[in-house]
């Protein structure tokens, strides 16, 4: 079982929160993890690396001077790999690095993702997170009375919320996302995982649910 505290915008303690890791995650699979994070990075890969065969390039395809006779080496035209200029022997063609791997997969390294943040004491807990207005400067305060100030994190809410989205967009380090959102690379990536009292009871929910258990 793991106590948290819980605080409000202004840094002060306000509660505690207690959850048991083995409920998101009976235990922590490091391979599953180190799989779907691969997964995706590679996902985030564009695939645009392109190089132009000696077929490509611009250039005469005329021989440069005959082949006897110069005291020179062979040579072809000016488009051959041996030139400067000419094209690429074994050329790299833009691909897609997209793969997937089963949803229950995927699901249960979320789940084991949060718990081991929670293992490692590296989630905090707000007890609500809201604006009226996008106010950068406001979010960046409530971060550096919850001690994250200068900290990769990712902040995870129970809904989307435009207003926290815009306020939160442009501080470095810092990312948001909805808790149905979540994923593997998302919560282990940052330093710390800030989670309001509400994302983090709809996780739980969500992780006892019995289409979220692995067979």
């Known amino acids: ?29 490091k391979q599953l993890l180190h799989d779907v994070v691969v997964m995706y990075q590679a996902n985030l890969r564009q695939g645009s690396h392109n190089t132009k065969s000696r077929g490509e390039v611009s250039g005469s395809t005329k021989k440069l001077y005959r ?10 035209s000016r488009r051959t790999p041996q030139r400067r200029g000419g094209g690429h022997a074994k050329t790299v063609e833009p691909r897609d690095y997209g793969y997937r791997l089963p949803r229950k997969a995927v699901r249960s390294a979320t789940r084991m993702a949060v ?30 009375a919850l001690g994250l100030s200068g900290l990769s994190t990712h902040v995870a809410v129970a809904d989307y919320d435009a207003v926290l989205y815009l ?7 810092v990312t948001m996302s909805p808790v149905s959102d ?17 994302a983090l009871d ?11 258990v692995e067979a």
């Open 1 to 29: 079982m793991v106590t948290l505290p819980v605080f409000n915008a202004a840094g002060k303690e306000v509660g505690k929160y207690e959850i048991d890791p083995a409920v998101l995650a009976p235990r922590i699979n």
């Open 67 to 76: 082949q006897k006779g110069t005291g020179n080496a062979r040579m072809g």
């Open 182 to 198: 979540l994923n593997a690379l998302s919560v282990l990536r940052p330093r710390k995982l800030l989670m309001t009292r509400a």
């Open 167 to 173: 306020s939160a967009r442009n501080l470095p380090r």
């Open 115 to 144: 718990a081991s943040k929670l293992i490692d004491q590296q989630v905090v807990i707000i007890d609500e997170l809201s604006m009226a207005a996008p106010k950068t400067k406001e979010f960046a305060g409530v971060l550096k």
């Open 202 to 212: 709809r996780f739980r929910e969500t992780a006892s649910e019995p289409q979220a």
